[in-house]
């Protein structure tokens, strides 16, 4: 048994153990077989007893994810503290549930999110419900199961001020404020620049504040959030700075004693081998070292600090696996592999150019020596899984392992082309337990209607 992996350069598997730094989950192996082993199970085995393709998540990796969090706030941090888990990164069951029997919270974006957490048996007051424009059902629900709504524009605190009324108690809200803190990262996962559809601007925070003092409701904290995949620590570092003012102004002048701060999450992690995210005890110190220094210049009292990472805690502990079928050499221009699943179980990297690293499961020790690209099944010429990556010889059959695929691909995964969904399979100390059932063709058509005018 060993742990070199030599598609992969060796170096960025072993030199650190902060989960979302590893290309892939901390349990990896090569078997007798020459095989990929993760959690201790053969995922080429794993493959013939689950069906192609299968995400396959590492429960070890994922724990140790969640610890690294909480232990470092802990550590680096002298007030209280809440790790929330961005579920959106990935939202079902089994993963909700392992990230609340670590003492994280969950921070839930639609009914559908906060329906799965509760389900999950998350306590309510730890879900935080996010949104730019959720539905008056959505907070009706919120508000009924006890869960923390993030305020995040005027008409929900008009409507949460209304509601207040009619539950008889104030609803519990934080107020989401753009923080005007740009960062490195693609276009679309931006969100903290003064240009975005999130959150309260700035300029109206005094007139929101004002309101809120004078209302029902029953605000606790500040959130902000300033986007995802961030490499750099700075612009975490500087949100403490950029709150503290307005803890500062409700205090002062509107008699709001606001006791906890949410900073967001964004910790990048690594799909390839050029990409160099800090640890997440780095981050973790960053962020706690920014909010103390701010915090204590003021002379204000720590607030009760929580973040809600997605991607870092949940990203690198899942391996995608595809069977290879048909391949096609343009000579002179490329050769595609074509794998069994594409777009739809991943749609990053039609949606945002990402890049992610692959091995072959079945022949772990062969020379990677042949440059190819990993094309998809769908019928779109942008279904590229990987461009230009170098993989062994492979033939049909042979299992293509895709790595770091935990994040946002799950939870926009679609039935485009009507592929059902994949399923998922949950891996630790040689067990695997099935989390997600992969969809049949009869759960393709379980919500069509056909009315009985067109029935022939
Ligand atoms: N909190 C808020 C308010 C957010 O909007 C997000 C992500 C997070 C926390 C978690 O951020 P993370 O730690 O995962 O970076 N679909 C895109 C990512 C969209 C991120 C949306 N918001 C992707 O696949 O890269």
Known sequence: MTTVLPNLPLSTLTETRSPNQQLLPLTAKINDADRLEIGGCDVVELVKQYGSPLYIVDEVTLRTACQQYRDAFKHYYKGASQVLYASKAWNCLAICAIAASEGLGI?????????????????????????????????????????????????EL???????????????????ITPGI???????????????????????????????????LNCIGLHAHIGSQIFE???????????????????????????????????????????????????????????????????????????????????????????????????????YICVDGGMSDNPRPITYQAQYRAVVANRMTANADLLVTVAGKHCESGDILLKDIYLPQTEPGDV?????????????????????????????????????????????????????????
């Open 107 to 155: 921070d839930v974006v639609s009914g559908g999110e906060l329906y799965t957490a509760i389900k999950a048996g998350v306590k309510p007051e730890l879900l935080y419900l996010h949104g730019n424009n959720k539905s008056l059902d959505e907070l009706e629900y919120a508000l009924n199961a006890g869960c923390t709504v993030v305020a995040d524009n005027w008409w």
């Open 158 to 176: 008009h409507t949460l001020n209304r509601l207040a009324t009619d539950f008889g108690i104030p609803p519990q809200i934080m107020l989401r």
């Open 182 to 216: 740009e960062c490195h990262t693609h276009e679309y996962i931006r969100t903290g620049h003064l240009d975005s559809k999130f959150g309260f601007d700035p300029n109206d925070i005094d007139a929101v504040l004002e309101f809120v003092a004078k209302s029902q």
């Open 233 to 335: 620590l700075q612009p975490h570092k500087d949100i403490g700075q950029v709150m503290v003012q307005w803890f500062k102004s409700a205090r002062n002048e509107y008699g709001l004693h606001l006791t906890e701060l949410n900073i967001g999450g964004g910790l990048g992690i690594r799909y390839t081998e050029s990409d160099d995210p800090p640890t997440i005890e780095a981050w973790v110190q960053a962020v706690c070292d920014g909010v103390t220094a701010a915090f204590e210049s003021h002379g204000l009292p720590l607030p009760k600090l929580l973040c809600e990472p997605g991607r870092s805690l949940v990203g690198t502990s899942c391996i995608t696996a595809y069977t290879i079928g048909s391949s096609k050499t343009v000579p002179g221009v490329r050769t």
């Open 400 to 456: 293509l392992v895709v790595s770091a695929t935990g994040a946002y691909n799950y939870s926009m995964a679609s039935n485009y082309n009507r592929l059902p969904k994949i399923a998922a399979v949950l891996v630790q100390d040689r067990e695997a337990n099935l989390i997600l059932k992969r969809e049949t063709y009869q759960d393709l058509i379980r919500q069509d209607c056909l009315p009985s005018r067109l029935k022939f």
